[in-house]
T-cell receptor
Framework: NAGVTQTPKFQVLKTGQSMTLQCAQD?????MYWYRQDPGMGLRLIYYSASEGTTDKGEVPNGYNVSRLNKREFSLRLESAAPSQTSVYFCASRGLAGGPSVETQYFGPGTRLLVL | RKEVEQDPGPFNVPEGATVAFNCTYS??????FFWYRQDCRKEPKLLMSVYSSGNEDGRFTAQLNRASQYISLLIRDSKLSDSATYLCVVNLGFKTIFGAGTRLFVKA
């Protein structure tokens, strides 16, 4: 199992450019999440998808859109990038953690985005 | 008030020391609890789940007190490789809430 994969690993954008961050999981998890993490800061939830076909806003959704393409894939789109969106973006999926009815999150390796 | 609050850190300890991290959560409806570890510039990884009965994994012991809404992590015999940020994590419905993390530096 690859777990959670993210592409690209690194990206440099100019202000106003658009891009899509890709995320896929092969663990058959229902829920998927997008976070951003700024230097020295904690994780902030951008959007999440509790199941295929549903998406909901998290703590910091402005400037982002998401698509839950199927059960495996959850993409994050920046329509018009701004320097404030410079960050590390983590995708995660949530599934059983070994205990009965105990689910936890498994993260991808992250995408490092710089917006100039 | 933050939903999950942790010791601000950083903790600087010598090898072999015992170190304890504390965490409180604000929502009594929280369902499950975890400690994650995050190395510099890497993704967070599950360290261990936390149960009311307490649980141990080698040098790591986690405790949960639901009445006080308090979670702890004890690391015994610290190793250089334990240097990382430790995140207290709580599940609430479909959301998973992460604390800001406590940085640990273990020095030779």
């Amino acid at each position: 199992n690859a777990g959670v994969t993210q592409t690209p690993k690194f990206q440099v954008l100019k202000t106003g450019q658009s891009m899509t961050l890709q995320c896929a999981q092969d663990m058959n998890h229902n829920s998927m999440y997008w976070y951003r993490q700024d230097p020295g800061m904690g994780l902030r939830l951008i959007y999440y998808s509790a199941s295929e076909g549903t998406t909901d806003k998290g703590e910091v959704p402005n400037g982002y859109n998401v698509s839950r393409l199927n059960k495996r894939e959850f993409s994050l789109r920046l329509e018009s990038a701004a320097p404030s969106q410079t960050s590390v973006y983590f995708c995660a999926s949530r599934g059983l953690a070994g205990g009965p009815s105990v689910e936890t999150q498994y993260f991808g390796p992250g995408t490092r985005l710089l917006v100039l | 008030r933050k939903e999950v609050e942790q010791d601000p850190g950083p903790f600087n300890v010598p090898e072999g020391a015992t170190v304890a991290f504390n965490c409180t959560y604000s929502n009594s409806a929280s369902q499950s609890f975890f400690w994650y570890r995050q190395d510099c510039r890497k993704e967070p990884k599950l360290l261990m789940s936390v149960y009311s009965s307490g649980n141990e994994d080698g040098r790591f012991t986690a405790q949960l007190n639901r009445a006080s809404q308090y979670i702890s992590l004890l690391i015994r015999d610290s190793k250089l490789s334990d240097s990382a940020t430790y995140l207290c994590v709580v599940n609430l419905g479909f959301k998973t809430i992460f604390g800001a993390g406590t940085r640990l530096f273990v020095k030779a």
